[in-house]
T-cell receptor, first 114, second 110 residues
Framework: DTAVSQTPKYLVTQMGNDKSIKCEQN?????MYWYKQDSKKFLKIMFS???????INETVPNRFSPKSPDKAHLNLHINSLELGDSAVYFC?????????????FGAGTRLSVL | RKEVEQDPGPFNVPEGATVAFNCTYSNSASQSFFWYRQDCRKEPKLLMS???SGNEDGRFTAQLNRASQYISLLIRDSKLSDSATYLCVVNSYNTDKLIFGTGTRLQVFP
């Protein structure tokens, strides 16, 4: 069983469209995250939720809106897609908040905006 | 200055070689330290946590020097399967933010 699963794996879309990426974890973790890895392979946190509450919101355009219907799911909706949004988006989860909690990553969603 | 800095490499080493990677971090309040491994077009996966006293896991040894804000990873007897990007990761206590270095690419050749 996949511990952290994201869908879709690949997403190719036109500028200006709205798209969503879904993430689910079956590890029973309380905390979930979205990361963006750009073309230079730099991995940067976007959002973190703990028990459905937003904990971290980095400097991300408000076109990006995370939604956590329950603690096992964290979806990412992106409005008005731009060329610069092309990247790999990783979902992750951890059992707790802060400190030495290890994060487990999904396989990533490769977003290409044309 | 980046919060976590690594030499991007690539490090090209023959099988059986010993190779070491270094990493420095800027936030002295950092409390937790990790090495993650990322294979090409895959997700990052935890390789090992790094403890103050240093720790070893098979062929892998991690060291932490808090005074110098420096973390290292030593790989002994390199295998072809060790070829990957190694990410130095630092987590500040109470923020739950993992700060990733840009990674060091290792290529082990036969």
């Amino acid at each position: 069983d996949t511990a952290v699963s994201q869908t879709p794996k690949y997403l190719v879309t036109q500028m200006g469209n709205d798209k969503s990426i879904k993430c689910e974890q079956n590890l029973g973790h309380d905390t979930m995250y979205w990361y963006k890895q750009d073309s230079k392979k730099f991995l940067k946190i976007m959002f973190s939720y703990n028990n459905k509450e937003l904990i971290i919101n980095e400097t991300v355009p408000n076109r990006f809106s995370p939604k956590s219907p329950d603690k096992a799911h964290l979806n990412l909706h992106i409005n008005s897609l731009e060329l610069g949004d092309s990247a790999v988006y990783f979902c992750a989860s951890s059992s707790g908040f802060g400190g030495p909690n290890i994060q487990y990553f999904g396989a990533g969603t490769r977003l290409s905006v044309l | 200055r980046k919060e976590v800095e690594q030499d991007p490499g690539p490090f090209n080493v023959p099988e059986g070689a010993t190779v070491a990677f270094n990493c420095t971090y800027s936030n002295s309040a950092s409390q937790s330290f990790f090495w993650y491994r990322q294979d090409c077009r895959k997700e990052p996966k935890l390789l090992m946590s790094v403890y103050s006293s240093g720790n070893e896991d098979g062929r892998f040894t991690a060291q932490l020097n808090r005074a110098s804000q420096y973390i290292s990873l030593l790989i002994r007897d390199s295998k072809l399967s060790d070829s990957a990007t190694y990410l130095c990761v630092v987590n500040s206590y109470n923020t739950d933010k993992l700060i990733f270095g840009t990674g060091t690419r290792l290529q082990v050749f036969p």
